[in-house]
């Protein structure tokens, strides 16, 4: 791959890094469901060829996950493998449905199909109660695909993609090309091997002390690294857990509200998943520290994301409107 189309791949997916960003500035009226203003871009970005768009919903993934902090939870599989698979929908359609169908129906479409794909996999682990989740997320996805395509469209992103396709990307800014240090390089393998072992332990024991250990370590690690701890995506999360456990029955009923009952085989269940997937979130936030080779493709992108969130977050675009602080972020390079 030529060092300008790396270029380009990152500046995209750093263009979809930068809306998942700027979607936390949004009102969020539920924990649950995110909008997915990163699907902008994917929407928009159609017109590459097949592998390379590919890629680029790989980055966009796995960029995301290193930045939330969920590299080394499931949740991780459950994010490329939707997105890759969703994105290949967007692709297809925009190339065989284009005329007879609107960005608004691909996006649509794309986001339902993302929503089954994401309770499909999800109910592979934390069992088939999730599925109860499959209504209200199809009706939330509705909304969320007609909001992505008018982001798309209010910020003229086909288009512009379209008229810099053969433009070269100012990178002149962008410091990612000095090697790391052969310390640095020890530090991260030694990061790499460590993280790998400890979620291959949490992941392969059952014992709830053994668990309860393996939290304190894993959140000992991410403070070490510099992470704030931060409760409320643990306290999200173990809702969702139950909520999606408790629903199906599994020993011993100890407690009966309505026609719901909670059996003790199901809270342990719930608990033991709890504990995994906390461990594993603590873990991300440490591993997010581990330096990539300077000139891959992800390093690029992370680059020209914290170039692009620096003018998001500056104070002269906070007295800006949603729309003109994305505009003032990406320095008027595309749009």
Same mark, same amino acid.
């Given at each position: 791959?030529?060092?300008?189309?790396k270029e380009?791949?990152s500046?995209?997916?750093?263009?979809?890094?930068?809306?998942?960003?700027a979607?936390?500035?949004?009102?969020?009226?539920?924990?649950?469901?995110k /909008?997915? %203003?990163?699907?902008?871009?994917i *929407? +928009? #970005? !159609?017109?590459?060829?097949?592998?390379?768009? $590919? &890629?680029?919903? @790989?980055?966009?993934?796995?960029?995301?996950?290193?930045?939330?902090?969920?590299?080394?939870?499931p949740?991780?599989?459950?994010?490329i493998?939707q997105?890759l698979?969703?994105?290949?929908?967007?692709?297809?359609?925009?190339?065989?449905?284009?005329?007879? /169908?609107? %960005?608004?129906?691909?996006?649509? *479409? +794309? #986001? !339902?199909?993302?929503s089954?794909?994401?309770? $499909? &996999?999800?109910? @592979?682990?934390?069992g088939?109660?999730?599925?109860?989740f499959?209504?209200?997320?199809?009706?939330?996805?509705?909304?969320?695909?007609?909001?992505?395509a008018?982001?798309?469209?209010?910020?003229?992103?086909?288009?512009?993609?379209?008229?810099?396709?053969t433009?070269?990307?100012?990178?002149?800014?962008?410091?990612?090309?000095?090697?790391?240090?052969s310390?640095?390089?020890?530090?991260?393998? @030694?990061?790499?091997?460590?993280?790998?072992?400890?979620?291959?332990?949490?992941?392969?024991?059952?014992?709830?002390?053994?668990?309860?250990?393996?939290?304190?370590l894993s959140?000992?690690?991410?403070?070490?690294?510099?992470?704030?701890?931060?409760?409320?995506?643990?306290?999200?999360?173990?809702?969702f857990?139950?909520l999606?456990s408790?629903?199906?029955?599994?020993g011993?009923?100890?407690?009966?509200?309505w026609?719901?009952?909670?059996t003790?085989?199901?809270?342990?269940?719930a608990?033991?998943?709890?504990?995994?997937?906390?461990?594993?979130?603590?873990l991300?936030?440490?591993?997010?520290?581990i330096?990539?080779?300077?000139?891959?493709?992800l390093?690029?992108?992370?680059?020209?994301?914290?170039?692009?969130?620096?003018?998001?977050?500056?104070?002269?675009?906070?007295?800006?409107?949603?729309?003109d602080?994305?505009?003032?972020?990406?320095n008027?390079?595309?749009?």
């Open positions: 791959m030529t060092q300008e189309k380009r791949l500046y995209l997916g750093a263009l979809a890094l930068l809306f998942s960003y979607e936390s500035a949004l009102p969020r009226f539920t924990p649950f469901f /909008l997915g %203003l990163s699907n902008a871009v *929407l +928009a #970005s !159609a017109g590459l060829d097949f592998p390379s768009f $590919l &890629l680029l919903c @790989l980055v966009k993934s796995a960029a995301a996950s290193l930045m939330s902090g969920t590299l080394l939870t949740f991780f599989i459950v994010s493998v997105s698979l969703s994105g290949s929908l967007v692709f297809f359609l925009c190339r065989m449905c284009g005329k007879s /169908l609107s %960005l608004f129906g691909i996006s649509i *479409l +794309a #986001s !339902a199909f993302s089954l794909v994401q309770v $499909l &996999l999800c109910s @592979l682990y934390l088939r109660g999730v599925w109860n499959l209504g209200p997320m199809l009706i939330f996805s509705a909304f969320s695909g007609i909001f992505t008018f982001l798309a469209l209010r910020l003229g992103l086909e288009k512009a993609l379209q008229n810099q396709s433009k070269k990307i100012d990178s002149s800014s962008i410091d990612y090309a000095s090697s790391l240090s310390a640095e390089k020890i530090s991260s393998v @030694l990061k790499i091997i460590l993280v790998v072992a400890f979620s291959v332990f949490v992941f392969s024991t059952g014992k709830l002390p053994f668990l309860f250990v393996a939290l304190f959140a000992f690690l991410q403070k070490m690294s510099g992470h704030r701890i931060l409760f409320l995506p643990h306290f999200f999360m173990w809702i857990v139950f999606s408790v629903l199906v029955p599994n011993r009923i100890i407690i009966k509200i026609k719901i009952s909670m003790d085989g199901a809270l342990l269940l608990l033991e998943k709890c504990l995994r997937l906390s461990s594993s979130l603590c991300s936030r440490y591993a997010s520290t330096s990539f080779p300077n000139g891959s493709v390093s690029m992108t992370l680059s020209f994301f914290r170039k692009m969130s620096d003018r998001f977050e500056s104070g002269e675009s906070k007295e800006m409107k949603f729309f602080r994305i505009r003032f972020a990406l008027e390079q595309f749009l």
